[in-house]
């Protein structure tokens, strides 16, 4: 799964001199072994990510210990490099809670692919840095340098923390970002929301994101047992939040695919993931939904929103035997499937 070098690292490792110089605190996109190529020609560097399935992944391949959570542990660091996220405004939120650890003087790495935003490393590290140097060039990837010359604050979680209300429902929808449906319900979830009917007994909200989808099940549904699960950490950390915003409770812990989930469940829903990076990423639905029926009570049901263009009826049929469109609008269609 990440056995090959991405093009960002292959370009890295022409700068192992500069970069190994102390143990660096990694976090962004990291999608290959790159902490172990670091640690075969320097320091062991310490890895800190919100991604469960590479959390997994790099804990199972070597001898480090990466931290997996919305913010790394308040223990300093030598130096930072940043592997550019998705979202800038996850860039924004890892630098300002990795910054902090580091004390003035300490060196700054930004790298990433140059169509994922690795340009605005000079404007993201402007405040904290006084120059910002491009060191490399290569396969369509850049590393950038700094120095930290001013210190960062320490970081509030809280500050990054966005609301936005659901007036239907009457909840208010807490989010943090990079996490899906940062400022807005998306009108996937809301055709989902709008044909989901009543739901008893226990429901699996899959790919939780903020935790919309969870919570209007709950206020909807006052006396089912709810799991939420998703890859993200700070998914993971909204939907925490939004059920504390709301007076809501349900079970909330990390899951690849549904490798963490227990049971048998009344309902499993979801609106799931379709990007992972900058790429196009299926695997995590096609492996639910062929999936679904053996985490599924007799007479359960698998209730699922996607873009009307994926092939995803077949692969229910194919897991289920059948597959029910229960609603449909030019770009989203409502699937529902009994085990």
Known sequence: MYEALTPVSEMLSRNL????????????????????????????PRVFTTDFRYFQWLSSHNDMQPEFGAAPTATPAAGLLLLMPKAKAE???????CLPLLPPGAPVFIAGDNKGGVKAAPKLLAPWCEQV?????????????????????????????????LEEEH???????GVFSADHLDAGTRLLLNNAGALHGRVLDFGCGAGVIGASLLKRNPGIELEQID?????????????????LQAKVYPSDGLGEVQGHFDCIISNPPFHAG??????????????AKRYLKPGGSLLLVANAFLPY????????GHCETLAANGR????????
Request: aromatic share 8%; glycine share 4%.
């Open 91 to 97: 860039a924004h939120y890892l630098l300002a809670a």
């Open 231 to 247: 890859i993200n950490a700070l998914a993971l950390a909204a939907s925490r939040l939004t059920l504390a915003e709301n007076g």
């Open 313 to 320: 009826p077949d692969l229910i049929e194919q897991g289920f």
């Open 332 to 339: 989203f269609k409502i699937y529902r499937a009994t085990a």
């Open 171 to 177: 909840l208010t929808v807490c989010t943090l970002p």
């Open 133 to 165: 140097n491009k060191v490399d060039s290569a396969r369509r990837a850049s590393l950038y340098q700094a120095v930290l010359s001013r210190p960062a604050p320490a970081f509030a979680a809280d500050d990054w923390v966005g609301r936005y209300p």
């Open 17 to 44: 001199d500069m970069l190994c110089h102390q143990p660096l605190l990694v976090c962004g996109l990291l999608e290959d072994d790159l902490p172990g190529l670091l640690a075969a020609h320097g320091p062991a």
């Open 278 to 291: 900058l790429k196009t990423f299926y695997d995590t639905t096609e492996t639910l939904l062929c999936d």
